[in-house]
């Protein structure tokens, strides 16, 4: 097992490479830059050009971008172009804020997808399926931000029930009780838009199961349907569902920049956003980098789980 985490990651190393390599030339083809953003009236063009020059933007493309390299191989994030603060200092300070939101917002929505899923299969045509596949729709045709906005109106602006924006009250940074106040609307915000593409995933992989043999003969055993689906058809979702969690790892990082923004939520999404919009580079390429890593780390560990659900996985399918 060791030598084939081992195989993965060295096979990884040249495709981090490649999409870092992408993501700089894309940074670099837009008509202006991390300069450009800060440029005043009263600037002279004299001014204008030795901020390029302290910021390295004055350089050749690859120059820049074996600069860069170089920082990131030394496991330096460099600093922010505009702020001038450390991109890894920023991060090691905004991803707890991030994942303490959408980690908790991932597991309600999950454990909700598998259950009413495997409940939509289960009656599949009547009722309840179209009711939860209903449910699915709506939430996948709803942007996220349009959900966000919903809640800040309703719950925090007409019925004055939760606060709008931020993490913490100023001077109630340790009241965990005023934290879950301003937790809630950002929470369920993200419980729906999660919720909507795993119960679609969990529903149509358990219908794909119930055409399996192994189906009709529990059925000639004269099975009911609660012990075929409790049983037998939940543990063969649960392979599907494990490379759609392993998948959303990067999610922890990446999976709530609209809602964070939206709620001013003092994680990844606004502090990526706010770079985006100025061309960052260093702050953009950092949370990219971070993002395929885990994007990597999830397939890896998506095939790690795959072994222990299905012993049949870990003996090469015989």
Known sequence: MLRYIIKRI????????????IVFSLIHIAPYDAIDAQV???????????????????QPFLVQYV?????????????????????????????????????????TALVLAIVLGLIAAANKGKFLDRFVDGLASLGIATPSFWIAMLFIY????????????????????????DFL?????????????????????????????????????????????WQIFT??????VLIPVITQVGMSLPMLVTGAIITETVFGWPGVG????????????????????????LVIVGNLISDILYSLVDPRIRRGGK
Do not use: C
Request: charged share 15%.
């Open 231 to 236: 049983r037998h058809i939940r543990k063969n």
């Open 181 to 225: 106040q301003h937790f809630f609307m950002p929470y369920l915000t993200l419980v729906i838009v999660f919720f909507a593409e795993l119960t679609r995933y969990v529903r149509s992989s358990a219908i794909s199961q119930t055409n399996e043999e192994y189906v009709v003969v529990q059925e000639a055993f004269q099975a009911t349907k």
């Open 67 to 107: 600069a860069w390299l170089k920082q990131i191989l030394s496991g330096n994030f460099g600093h922010s172009l505009v702020t001038h603060v450390g991109v890894g200092e920023e991060l090691l300070a905004r991803i707890p804020n991030t994942i303490s939101l959408v980690l908790p917002a991932y597991i």
């Open 154 to 177: 309703l719950l925090g602006y007409k019925m004055n029930i939760f606060p709008i924006m931020g993490m913490h009250t100023i001077g109630k940074e340790g009241d965990f009780g």
């Open 270 to 293: 606004p502090y990526i956003t706010g770079a985006t919009r100025s061309l960052d580079y260093p702050i953009i390429m950092a949370v990219m980098l971070l993002s395929a890593t």
């Open 10 to 21: 060295l096979q990884a190393v040249p495709l981090l490479f490649v999409i870092s390599f």
């Open 40 to 58: 005043t009236p009263n600037m002279t063009e004299e001014q204008i050009n030795i901020l390029r020059e302290q910021s390295g933007l004055n």
